[in-house]
């Protein structure tokens, strides 16, 4: 078993990495960090647990340690999955790559950053390559990987397919879980019979993200993707599951069913406890894919698809994902899973 | 007072048509139709009463008619307001309308039909003209006058003060309440903790009509406005309010100031009890407009807009109106009091 | 007109007093005072308006005064809304007292103090009485007057009518809605898809005041009313209107029909801006009162009961309310509508 | 592999039932059987799947039979679940018990009926005992079993272990999810942003078949608990999960800890697969059990209770579980199972 820790493991996302880790097959929690406001707590005084499962036995006992490589000393802890804050992270994240840690981070901090790899392992394993250009370059023993925003996955995993017939522009709406916002981050007087436009950076982060994962690495460096996106970023009163309207226009339009068929032969190249057996699930249904009928498909990594339609400018159809599962703590389990297997 | 009815005056709609008419200066409800089912009952035990508000003490006595011309024999109602389903609408409006009476039809049976008016009264209020057409080609004595469908509407009333600025192509996604799918229409297990990325026919409406509304009226006919647009309807849980993420191409991009101040200078033209004194509300707001803060603007009648911004193809931006009021019913009796307005 | 004074201007509850006080017939806003983090600005820099009806635009560029007694010394304000937390209330509220002002106080501070009346008018409007023993006794010019809690409003207005029955002993299972916690006071997680068990102080409350409010008043003091309380407080996705499942022994037991003919029965005996005309509506469907359908009657000060069924112990009934309005602004309000009315 | 069939297999329980049973260790689904709309089409044709895990595949294709005894003529099928409504439950069951099926059912046609037991294994495994006295009274080679209402199931799982101390009267007040009314049997509308005060017929179950459940077998018939119930039922937004707030007199007043205790106590006698390890969780957090967090423990067939306090007149607590597991498919295949365990 490969010994693993969380950063920030009492808030929302760094229960969800525990939940997740805590029946890793290759994966074995041995270090929890957090806060000086944390550190010293036994994990179950530390936290309040909010996970439909219940909170490990063999966690709740163990001593939350300050976030800092100090801290991991005597520890054989080798990759540190993080969910602090992108403010913190900054910092943080580089502290414990130069002490020599693999720190698969779901947080925004280094995601753009040239030397740090954006990756979903089925669209652009080969982006893994910059974690040697990011060792070389800054001296480091250990190294920082990202994975991309939730909505950005969901989306951008659905691109890879239709890159063959050569976007040109999209527009994309996204219905966007609560859960994204944290728990306490959206007060139900917020959301209940109603919809919020706006969510804070999110079109940002949707429209130069997927540039970067869909770019081209030539051994030293990523060369971004030749597109535009446009973005427009909405929460609903969903708890899990982010769902995408997006409009593409091609260089050469395909027919629907091409892009059909370009979905359904989508395959994963890599096998990995995480990884699921079908990334993207076409779904047969005209009212599908729905959030909660949805979501779990995959242990909640696969991402499901549907409607394809076309227009006047090109193809229109909807995807949706598990925006905590896939879209945040299992993508970071999965480039890890990932970095593990090949050896990087 | 004018007397007025309300055909299909038991469902969803029609009680709205009622709960608005109750109280109207100008219009009085003399007479409830509905089907077979229904005629001759007391309205009270005709109809599950399930608005906010009671049901007017008057009409609860009120006997049923039967839903055909020779049940308003004796009557003096001049004004047929129609909640019935368009596939009955299609023959029973005619009829109503050959036997002299002026239908004004929230139903999607004749909104198409070339020498129907399809009205916004802020829009295209000279497409009433067409009703002369109407009558002179059909030979009736009374008329069918449409308000569009309630996502066409809260829509097209923002692109009227965009026309200035040549659209090219729009596309929009819908962020609908249930109140659209009628009282029994979507079953709670179908949209709690759920989006349901389909909509009937929604998508075919939302891409014509629009077309018909901003067309040009010559005198004898609508000339269709030349653009495309391309729509992605999605149910969301929401009780009443219509959110909309459109995006439009330019044939002269303007600024988001330009748009800004399109939407700010729109000024109704006609005083009637039911237009709204500002027909947009332009919110300054970063996270509006939302259905459940705004929807009651103007007592419904006011679609707000707002996150007007700019990007690589032309301007993005959010509009959001009362479905049900300005998207239906309010639409309806606005139709009806420009017609009494303007003597047609 | 009459000059009022909102006390914690800026909170969900402040500017729920704002909305119902700028449209009041005998009071006028003269002065809104808050905390020191708001006091200096301009209301509407001070607060994040969260109404669905807009701002007032006269109280816009209304300057927050800090909530001391010396910030009103130039005012002509005589009585003041208190909207502050409990904890503040308790030294606040006496100062202004002291300092002359009438305190109509929504918080829970004083509700219990032995020489502070608890009141809703329609159930012990003689309990006003107490004000002047509170003058009295702490040689106050101003004076404070309170209204119970929310959930205990609803309630205890239903009782009244049911304590010629001689009650002995109540079980009452509160579904109180989530305004009731606050704009942020419940995270949307919490509550969507979900029920939680436990409002803090809610069951404490609910046991104590309407003893004291159905208690006698001698002239000097409140007898507390002779009889038992057990109360479980749930809160439930519902936006306004707190549902309660009510259980009464009665020492003579009632019929249901003695029971419904005693609600029917009912009346208000003073009549201001504020008071319903039908303090309880007695529903006669089988599935009502409903908070989204029946919260709104009489302006949201009618207390709506329903389903009065007998069991082997004695009666059981549902008895709804709307809980920012007769549960807390409109309770003080009416409360200060009444001391006008009375001149005390 | 014990051969099982599904009676009424379109609907929403009968769905529930294949995916409880597709997973099972003991069980093999060899027929589905519904009505005459559905028979003789192939499962996936007849049904509308609404579940979150995929239709099994080896039921894609199967013909749907007529739930006649007819049907099963040349089948092995042993077993049958019955989820049909109760109207037709009436008479079919009884056919198929007559034709020499075990019939485990949902339905609450016969769980009042003398000689039919009432089962919840770890309440009342005694019951089965009935078993034969049906058999001998009927002359059946096959059998009728019962398990109770959800609400019902919720409740009296955690009266057992207070049972020892005297149960003399109880209320309860339930907080019912959408889904025990059906996939279409709550119209959205009617329940977001609401509470409805009323399920049909729920209050009488809830208030005579505990009674039955808790009652005495002397070999021969039931002796009926002798103690009364008052029950008040209310539909709530949540998708699973019923919580209820249950307050008890006893005939010696236990202290809390002495019914916390009996709940830590209670295990269960019977291990087979669908048994949860621990059929009642007492929660130690002041916030629950919620329905969100707490409906799956022990894969939805473990009730959490919480809140255990004592009043004036007895103890009250909270009692939550998931009404479609543990409340309807889990407790008759459980039932299933004992009956097998036990060789009845």
């Not at 130069?98 to 982006?127: C, K, Q, W, Y």
């Not at 994309?172 to 019979?193: E, H």
């Amino acid at each position: 078993m490969i010994k693993v820790g969380v950063l920030g493991a009492t808030g929302a996302v760094g229960q969800r990495f525990i939940q997740l880790l805590s029946k890793h097959p290759w994966f074995e929690i041995t270090d929890l960090l957090a806060s000086s406001r944390s550190a010293g707590k036994k994990y179950r005084d530390a936290t309040r647990w909010l996970i439909e499962t219940p909170l490990p036995e063999n966690l709740q006992e163990m001593e939350v340690k300050l976030a800092e490589p100090i801290s991991l000393k005597n520890s054989d802890v080798e990759i540190l999955f993080s969910a602090i804050p992108a403010d913190i992270a900054k910092n943080t994240e580089v502290e414990f790559a130069e002490a020599g840690f693999t720190v698969a981070s779901n947080a925004a901090a280094h995601r753009m950053d040239a030397d740090v790899p954006l990756v979903i392992p089925e669209v652009n394993r080969d982006h893994l390559g910059l974690i040697e250009v990011q060792r070389r370059k800054k001296g480091w023993d250990g190294c920082i990987i990202t994975n991309p925003n939730c909505s950005t996955i969901v989306m951008t995993l659905t691109l890879k397919p239709l890159m063959q017939f050569g976007i040109k522009h999209l527009n994309v709406a996204t219905m966007q879980a609560i859960s994204g916002a944290g728990y306490t981050g959206l007060p139900a007087m917020a959301i209940l019979d109603n919809v919020v436009p706006y969510i804070g950076k999110e079109e940002e982060k949707m429209e130069s993200e997927p540039l970067k994962i869909l770019g081209e690495f030539d051994g030293d460096s990523v060369k971004t993707a030749n597109f535009t996106i446009s973005a427009s970023c909405h929460r609903v009163p969903v708890i899990d599951g982010h769902t995408e309207a997006i409009w593409i226009e091609f260089g050469e339009q395909p027919s629907v069913d091409d892009v059909k068929l370009a979905f359904r032969d989508f395959k994963r190249e890599i096998d990995t406890p995480t990884s699921p057996a079908i990334p993207i699930q076409l779904m047969k249904e005209d009212d599908r894919p729905q959030p909660r009928l949805d979501r779990d498909l995959g242990d909640g990594m696969t991402v499901s698809v549907g409607r394809v339609r076309s227009d006047v400018h090109g193809i229109k159809y909807i995807a949706m994902g598990h925006n905590t599962i896939r879209g945040a703590v299992g993508a970071s389990v999965l480039n890890a899973e990932v970095l593990v297997k090949e050896k990087v």
